[in-house]
């Protein structure tokens, strides 16, 4: 009698007991096998599948009939293991296909190793795992990754003129993989993104309905246009029970039979163009990873596909007429030329020998005259030579066998031009263009433009994103990002290793720059970097300016409070030689906060403000270093006063309104006046905004003083309009009001009490209040911007963004802050980085605003810049109401376009 194979498989008597290792077994999916080459036989305990055939259970018998139960073309593979086996290999492995009698055709894993019987025979025992889930998975994916490559390679998709065929391939293709029902392009036809107009429409029902111009708009689907303008793909399981598509159950749905759908954002240079919706109106279901990112890869081909049909289609007109084309080469400003292949390259031969075969046998056969400068060459030196030897500069680097590999088509790639002697580089954009007939490569087109000035101004925008102008220290972003990514990397470690951070604030630096002038106070900033990088110059730290007269220093390696202590007192002694400003010595003094990761915070957030808590306790106890402690934590008594008593002050009329002009620089004409509020306080006299704003921004007192201004604001620029018609006023917005959705309605309710046109408004905003929370204020940003208010950035420049960034936001303008403007006449630095600002700012639809103008030269050099408006000492100090209406009615009534001081500061 045969002894059971499950124990012989086990090596464990189980006896009685192995039917629970059988029920263990298939309750955990395993079949076992045991198979002995020498006799053939296999002994199968399949209880992880009822074959077609088979019921589950025990298989005994030899190998060969169980081959019947695999699928015919799985078959030869299985024998191809039984031949390992029979070669005594230590262990085989093979997925393979069976017949189910429940769930069609499964997916098996057999895996097993060699063993030896007590007699010495081979044997293998192994087990059994069904993976038809995984497998099938795998294999949809790869007919994802299948279908993308096969449209990528026909040129009829990806390298058609006609725009109508090459959507059409792909949205059918993309479509029938993800076996939908309908798949539709739509189209933003609006600059606000309010109406969705279908462009194409497939549906496999029937195939002749067209698009006929379907429209989504925003009066009837304003929930779901809402979602979209969120540029994130939508995926909806149900479309009967989704909320989202609540506005679609009235028509849509019941007409189309939609049960499902998958959208997609199409993007078109970086902006929001439209949706491609893959519809599924057969059932409900649920859209896995893979399936959205095949629609994603889909959608990318599709534009790619569309650029590429637009740009072939300006081929082929231009090709057309031959005297036209030659016209526009020669017109051209970028060197242009062409190249002739005799004989022609087969382009089955190796990119290599391809290669080679264009130094001798390519030559030049036309060349516009932009090419001829700058090779010094003329058409009789230049018609008929070989590019190797006109222009070798082709074959260094990998630019043709980049062009080779990517079907002859190189468009725009980066070079370096080193300069001859001691000339300077350029950078250069090179783009290739080859001709294939007949499986023969005959022609190439070329053409370089310099954008060595494109690269000059992509480098200024990096100083200006990650470097503080003035200084040339990290600014607050990149101290920002420096101390978070310490902080992050630090914190996986279970015992973190600590830092310092330092906080650095002048002492009496408002007073010279208010006695000797903005000038001065930057000359004081600029020196401030000297003393701080004499002190961390040993040390593994590094100093930022964090804006305005506040420094900071991150030490990565101190790890005690008496090591912060140290370095603080190092700056302190640092800090006792006198700063020079105007053949003048002047002493100084900083008060510094220090505060230690992690005790006392892991992000810096938590840092800088345990940091700044310490600064002030300095402040109040005479200067120098102190380090943070939650005991001693204080406010100063004036600040807490002030704030306490703030909303009192606004109803009992304390505050009031000043204003500063904003002038064409043009036409020197009043075009806003910007509202900067004061304080007459009971105890402490005229306060500036700048001694009570920042406190009452701890609190929710900002929202009152921001609905005091707004009202105020507004009712006086209404009533200067019968003076200055169409001129407007500027208000500052707190960024703790920017998450605040509150902020618009109050807006409404000003213009609608006061009757001033809200085009009449301007809200500035700082570049740090975008620092956080960047989604919540960008919709409100986007909701005043639909009312019409215009949005400027204020301060631009010293903050953290780039102008790559704020053109995602619905800006009118921007403002240079003055550290920039004010010195441009005397730094030919700093008047690069007005001018390129500006013409960056023009570029991308911005209008100008230069603030710190303080004489004649500055606003006659902004001029000549092309800047837009301009505000400064320079040209009017802040003034009362009363004032500025009288300032108004002299330079608006009579055309006076004087730059005078017209009202003396109160």
Known sequence: MLVSRIAQLTKIPFGTNEPLLQRALAAGGIGLWDYLPESGLIDLYHNVISFKRLGPGRYYGPVSDFLDFLLPEDRSRMEQVLAQCAKGVDSVELEFRVSSSSNGVVWLSCRGNRASLEDGRIRYVGTLADVTDRTERELRSLQFHESLFALARDPSVVASASLAETIGSILTEVGDKLEVTRASLWQFVDRDANILRCKYLHDTRNPAVGADNIEITQANYPLYLAAVRQRRTLAVEDALSDPLLEEFRAEYLPATGVRALLDVPVFVRGELWGIVCFEDCTTSRDWNRDEQTY????????????????????????????????????????????????????????????????????????????????????????????????????????????????????????????????????????????????????????????????????????????????????????????ISDVCTTRMRDATPEPAAFLLIDLNLFKDINDTLGHASGDEVLRQMRHRLESVIKDTNAVAARLGGDEFAIFARDVDTGDGAMKLGEAL???????????????????????????????????????????????????????????????????????????????????????????????????????????????????????????????????????????????????????????????????????????????????????????????????????????????????????????????????????????????LRGLKIDHSFVHRMSKSAEDGIIVQSTITLAHNLGLTVVAEGVEDSTSLVQLQTYGCDFAQGFGIAMPMNEADTQEWLRARVGNGNGSTARAVAPA
């Open 295 to 482: 629609a994603s890869s889909g959608i990318d081909l599709l534009m790619v596909g569309v650029e590429s049909s637009q740009r072939l289609r300006t081929e082929r007109e231009l090709l057309q007429t031959r005297e036209r084309h030659r016209a526009f080469v020669q017109a051209a400003p970028d060197p242009i030329w062409c190249i002739d292949i005799d004989p022609p390259i087969d382009v089955t031969e190796t990119p290599n020998v391809q290669i080679e075969r264009l130094r001798t046998q390519a030559r030049v056969t036309d060349a516009n005259a932009a090419f001829m400068r700058d090779y010094v060459l003329t058409d009789e030196r230049i018609i008929g030579r070989a590019i190797g030897e006109t222009m070798p500069e082709l074959f260094k680097g990998s630019s043709l066998r980049d062009w080779v590999d990517r079907g002859y088509r190189l468009v725009e790639r980066e070079l370096i031009q080193r300069g001859r002697g001691e000339a300077p580089a350029n950078w250069l954009s090179l783009s290739l263009l080859g001709v294939v007939e007949d499986g023969k490569l005959i022609r190439m087109w070329g053409a370089r433009r310099n954008i060595t000035d494109r690269k000059r101004y992509q480098s200024l925008l990096e100083h200006l994103a990650y470097r503080d102008p003035l200084t040339g220290l990290l600014n607050r972003q990149r101290m920002v990002a420096e």
């Open 572 to 810: 302190g002694e640092a800090m006792r030689e006198p700063f020079l400003i105007a053949d003048s010595k002047f002493h100084l003094s900083a008060s510094i906060g220090a505060a230690l990761f992690p005790a006392h915070g892991t992000t810096f957030s938590d840092l800088s403000r345990a940091a700044d808590e310490a600064m002030y306790h300095a402040k109040n106890t005479g200067g120098g270093t102190r380090l943070f402690s939650r005991a001693t934590v204080v406010f100063e008594k004036k600040k807490l006063g002030l704030l306490a008593r703030l909303p009192a002050a606004i109803e009992s009329g304390e505050l009031t309104l000043e204003f500063q002009p904003l002038i064409h620089v043009s036409s020197r004409k009043p075009a806003r006046m910007e509202a900067l509020v004061r304080w007459n306080h009971p105890e402490y006299g005229r306060l500036a905004a700048r001694d009570f704003v920042h406190k009452a921004e701890m609190s929710d007192s900002i929202r009152q003083l921001t609905r005091w201004v707004i009202d105020n604001a507004a009712r006086a620029a209404k009533a200067w309009q019968s003076i200055a018609p169409g001129v407007g006023v500027s208000i500052n917005i707190s960024p703790r009001l920017l998450g605040d959705s509150a902020i618009v309605a109050h807006l409404q309710l000003a213009i609608a009490q006061s009757g001033l046109p809200t085009k009449l408004m301007d809200l500035e905003i700082t570049e740090t209040s975008l620092i956080h929370n960047q989604e919540r204020a960008a919709q409100v940003l986007e909701a005043c911007r639909a009312l019409g208010f215009s949005i400027v950035i204020d301060d631009y420049g010293v903050g953290f963004c780039s102008l790559s960034y704020l053109r995602r936001l619905p």
